[in-house]
């Protein structure tokens, strides 16, 4: 059985900084492909970042690039999102996914997390 357990939500001010992880347990799961998506109120699920097992290859949504980081740490079975200079539109709930594809991509991922709000203030 596939797990992955979000923690870091909270309330913050604009401008303001969260992180988010993700832990990832399964006893023969290898979640090569890791990452990151937001639904806010009323709107489409949307895909934030993607990161592969190595760490090298990352790929960040245009609507958060320069201010969100993904980042892992295999050994912790972790995935991280760093949010810096957060706006109120980036108020939602965040899920992590994760999948044994070795290919980065933004759709179809069969592992979701429950998702973890986050709440940007004025």
């Known amino acids: 059985q596939v797990q992955l357990v979000e923690s870091g939500g909270g309330v913050v001010q604009a401008g303001g900084s969260l992180r988010l992880s993700c832990l990832a347990s399964?006893?023969?799961?290898?979640?090569?492909?890791m990452g990151w998506f937001r639904q806010a109120p009323g709107k489409e699920r949307e895909f934030v970042g993607t990161?592969?097992?190595?760490?090298?290859?990352?790929s960040i949504a245009d609507s958060v690039k320069g201010r969100f980081t993904i980042s892992r740490d295999n050994a912790k079975n972790t995935v991280y999102l760093e949010m810096n200079s957060l706006k109120p539109e980036d108020t939602a709930i965040y899920y992590c996914?994760?999948?044994?594809?070795?290919?980065?991509?933004?759709?179809?991922?069969?592992?979701w997390g429950q998702g973890t709000q986050v709440t940007v203030s004025s």
């Open positions: 399964g006893q023969t799961f290898t979640p090569r492909v």
């Open positions: 996914v994760a999948d044994q594809s070795i290919i980065l991509k933004k759709t179809a991922y069969a592992y």
């Open positions: 990161i592969n097992w190595s760490g090298n290859v990352r």
